[in-house]
């Protein structure tokens, strides 16, 4: 199965053909085919993964194209790295996949949805079986447009519309940046492939300022994609998408992506000389966790305050690989895939049920959804890092590693932590706690009809992937526990960077925090010893300054809506007016010649004997005057 | 010796010829010997390129040379190779879509037909002729009848815009032939064999007259490209002219001038034209951003898909230049090899969608909406799914998408380019997010959102239509998919001009 590895992202590309070309004819209207291919891709991913762990290699490549005299060779690899992202996107977009079976029974476009989701998926196994630049970024571009497609699937609200051109574009700036990082490492070493490029990068081809401005550049298209500070503008917005959608790109698997390639290219990040390339990696993780955290305090839209925890916790994962925490990094992207996707379809689940995204018109759902309920605070305990839940085993090595590189990146990822407990206690206080304050009757029209008035448990076609993606959120940190000899840091690690050793007295920071966080949740929202309320009077700056998040978007928007719309009107106008006004100008020119000159040719011998005459009196006068 | 090539090229004016002895009442049967014509001439091409040797596409074959004019030293002479064979199987399958896209002219059919026609001969005579002479011919031949085209069956100012079309490419193409004049009176023996010519480089001694020739070219190739300043006359010619019109404009006429570059200026002036190659460089890059910019700026959509034309010719014109840049120095030599394979294929990628746009645009204006402002429409996904499905996947090829067309192209050129001119490339690639952005604005603006109520009755593709723009978006997914053997068969023949330059 690992030398025939490639076979597994045509699955979804084959499901995906067929949809489009059949749609409505298919069984269950396209779904039952898309699942078919995501889950033999998945069973596809397991036992490669399997054969993997039992030592199993692959690297298969041909010939893209011969360019000049140099054939470029590209192809796919099996390694450690590559089998536990088809492993965990198999498993994860599989369960996303069937729930959405529940989750969009009746939207008019069903068929279209399953198409793209398993567009998607081709796309992200794709790239994470790439061998080369050249793939990579092909997958890169392929889930982008995935993702534009499914944020704006309900296409005729102009928000989706909005936010699907908003994540395209942004992504796309970082993919500039990529793409000359790629030319760049191109030109220096002559070749696409991961492992040629880096051994002659390790033999000298590149080196100094260059290698770090060539590494930078590559992590700006991980910038982009995994929208860490300053391109994370996109992703609270993509929200506008359906929420299978949310849990399997936003969340899950495209935004890792990121994540992925900078563990890919790791090598390009450690040969920067001071390792200046993974410091800014670092920064910019740690930033980006504590800057998301913050945000998501203030936030009422239950995926909005989820998509900030994303944006956050993808910067813990920067951050791990940034502190040479290569293990840790990509142990969090793993069990953050497994938890995150729970906690989105679990708002998807409640979304369901009560038919507003505002938490604020939630509350008591644990009595009439408990299955969501407890899922989803399975998953929050994960997220927030208690102990035994995923997240701590994978968020405290994070935590560790920082400490032991650097103590601001420590105090940023610590500080992001205590929000997130925050942010986390505030959202399912909120939600599932009290009593129930919704009911308006108008919302429930906003996704479809059909369903009984007054919130409710979702079918079982929803709530068994809940369920199952529960046990993965509760037990799946172990695999990275050093009391059972931390098998994943055993299967996943980078020749010479090696884990920091487990501090015992920074665990229990860690949990304290973790814990202070949810206990400053407590006093906020439950014992009201502090009620929100309050707090924003005294800090009416603070509460600004967080929901108009930064001002960022304010930023951009009126540098390049605004400045970038100015100098577009004014080219239009330079290009009609000046360049095509010089043409005419030639034209006009070129005719008023011709009109003067027809005085001349006036076909009357009078004139032509007057003229001549004319110029021998000229003659004539010049000779005698010189 | 075969006769195939010419056989290609006189199919069409043959069609011609017994066009004018159809009576001008009998419009089905101008129409059949019309779409029969361009199907024979296409299957002819396809034959040509089934006798096509792609082992050695690097060298001219089906070669044809006859005596035409011994006192001049002009001659018939007629050939292919990997750069010219896939422009002419693109003209000759355009050709087609266009005549089937026609089917509903009404307004003089006849002459409008055999227009089309004469227009398909002096396109492929550029591509295939060998003899500066018989180009030049050709060269001219293709004005004409586009002239007519855009004159008579064009939109309100199509005075104006053919006028503007011909008198500008006019004068390019005089400069163009005193370019060819300087270069025949310095070879010895005096020829206008181009093959004969590359070889004997007559003004390589002589580098100021050397690029004083060059000029001459480059005024006629840049305007026919168009390039930035030269391209103004493009987007009056485009919005005038009528949609199979602009079709062959944008995908065929304007790769006459990159074609020129490729085959004519980089192999017989490869000393001047590497001493302008920066300034070169420097109008395609400017071409590349401020297409861009200014097709942002447009409301008009085939205005746009003007611009961004501009804006795509200034890629494949930033891929030549770095090829002419790294003669004489051979360590470049691969990366030149490198931008020309994308030189080449940009302009076969632009060819097919921008054909494809041009198309759909016609579609939504001709028999739909009488109207093509982008703000007018709104919401017609809901609407017209495949007809939003075909222009969106146009798009997304137009930007460059990986598993699409463009993306081989853009990426190669890229690829080659920064190696010899990075600052520019780079400067280049902001062109790609500038792209990018006004494609999906576009795209948000014309099928997403609400369904504008104007447009609740507009009918979606008809079998006509969907027959048109079908080949195109096969091709732009099959080479995107699948390039290696065209890349293999342009490949040669760009090493085979390379050796050329030295």
Known sequence: ?626 | MSGLLSLVLWIPSAGAAVLLAVPRGQVRTIRLVALVTTIADFLASVWAAGSFDFARAGTLQLTEQVRWIPSLGATYHLAVDGLSLPLVVLTTLLTVLCVIYSWRVDLRPKAYMILFLLLETGMLGVFVALDFFLFYVFWEVSLIPMYFIIGIWGGPRRAYAAIKFFLYTLVGSLAMLLGILIVYFHSSPRTFDMVALFQQKPLAGDLHLAILAFWGFFLGFAIKVPMFPFHTWLPDAHVEAPTAGSVLLAAILLKLGTYGFVRIALPLLPAAFHALAGMVAVLAVIGVVYGALVAMAQTDLKKLVAYSSVNHMGYVMLGVAAAAAAGGRPALQNAAAIALNGATMQMLAHGVITGALFFLVGVIYDYRAHTRGVNDFGGLWERLPVYTGLMMLAMLASLGLPGLMGFVAEFSIFLGAYQIYPALTIVALTGVVITVAFFLWTIYRIFWGPLNSRWAGLPDLDGREAWTLAPLAVLMIAVGLYPAPVVGAINAAMLGILNLVR
């Open chain 1, 1 to 626: 199965m690992t030398q025939a590895a490639w076979i597994i992202p045509l699955l979804p590309l084959a499901a995906f053909a067929l949809i489009t070309a059949a749609g409505p004819r298919l069984p269950g209207r396209g779904a039952y085919v898309s699942i078919a291919g995501i889950v033999l891709a998945g069973i596809g991913g397991l036992v490669v993964l399997g054969e993997v762990i039992g030592g199993a290699h692959a690297d298969v490549t041909y010939t893209w194209a011969v360019l000049g005299a140099k054939p470029i060779t590209v192809g796919f690899v099996v390694d450690p790295l590559s089998a536990i992202m088809l492993a965990m996107v198999g498993v994860v977009a599989s369960l996303i996949t069937i729930y959405s079976v529940g989750y969009m029974a009746g939207d008019p476009h069903y068929p279209r949805f399953f198409a793209y989701l398993s567009l998607f998926q081709f796309s992200m196994l794709f790239l994470v079986l790439a061998d080369n630049f050249l793939f990579i970024y092909a997958g890169w571009e392929l889930v982008g447009l995935c993702s534009y497609l499914l944020i704006g699937f309900w296409f005729e609200r102009p928000a989706a519309a909005r936010a699907a051109l908003k994540a395209f574009i942004t992504t796309r700036v970082g993919d500039f940046s990529m793409m000359i990082g790629i030319l760049i490492i191109f030109l220096y070493t002559g070749s696409l492939r991961f492992d040629e490029a880096f051994r002659s990068i390790q033999g000298g081809a590149l080196a100094g300022p260059l290698l770090t401005a060539a590494a930078v550049l590559v992590f700006g298209g991980a910038i982009g994609k995994s929208a860490q500070v300053p391109l994370h503008v996109w992703l609270p917005d993509a929200m506008e998408g359906p929420t299978p959608v949310s849990a399997l790109i936003h969340a899950a698997t495209m935004v890792a992506a990121g994540v992925y390639l900078v563990a890919r290219t790791y090598p390009l990040f450690l040969l920067s000389p001071n390792h200046a390339a993974l410091t800014i990696v670092a920064y910019i993780g740690g930033i980006t966790a504590l800057v998301a955290a913050t945000m998501g305090v203030v936030e009422d839209d239950i995926k909005r305050v989820l998509a900030y925890s994303t944006i956050s916790q993808l910067g813990y994962m920067m951050l791990g690989l940034g502190v040479l925490g290569y293990t840790a990094g990509m142990f969090h992207l793993i069990t953050h895939a497994f938890f995150k996707a729970l906690l989105f379809l679990g708002a998807g689940s409640v979304i369901h049920g009560v038919a507003t995204n505002n938490i604020k018109q939630m509350g008591g759902l644990a009595q009439v959804m408990p299955w969501t309920a407890w899922t989803f605070i399975a998953a929050t305990l994960a997220l927030t890092g208690i102990p035994p839940f995923a997240g701590f085993f994978s968020k405290d090595q994070v935590l560790a590693a920082a400490f032991a590189h650097d103590r601001v990146l420590w105090a940023l990822g610590a500080a992001g932590a205590f929000l997130t407990s925050l942010y986390m206690g505030r959202l399912i206080w909120y939600t599932f706690a009290g009593t129930y304050r919704g009911g308006d009757p108008g919302a429930a029209r906003a996704h479809g009809a059909g369903h009984a008035p007054g919130p409710h448990e979702s079918p079982a076609v929803m709530v068994v992937p809940l369920a199952i993606l529960a046990v993965f959120a509760v037990f799946l940190g172990w695999a990275g526990a050093e009391s059972l000899g931390n098998p994943f840091g055993r299967f996943i690690h980078f020749a010479g960077v090696e884990p920091v050793p487990p501090n015992f007295g920074l665990l229990v920071v860690s949990i304290a925090i973790a814990v202070a966080g949810w206990a400053a949740a407590a006093a906020i929202y439950v014992w009201r010893i502090v009620p929100s309320e309050s707090l924003r009077r005294a800090m009416p700056w603070a509460y600004t300054l967080l929901v108009r998040r930064y001002f960022v978007d304010d930023l951009y928007a009126w540098v390049f809506i605004g400045l970038g719309g100015l100098v577009v009107r004014l080219a239009g106008l330079f290009d009609r007016y000046v360049v095509d006004g010089l043409v005419n100008l030639v034209g006009w020119l070129a005719r008023q010649v011709g009109l003067g000159l027809r005085y001349i040719q006036t076909g009357r011998e009078e004139t032509y004997l007057l003229l001549v005459f004319l110029g021998v009196v000229v003659i004539v006068v010049a000779r005698l005057v010189w």
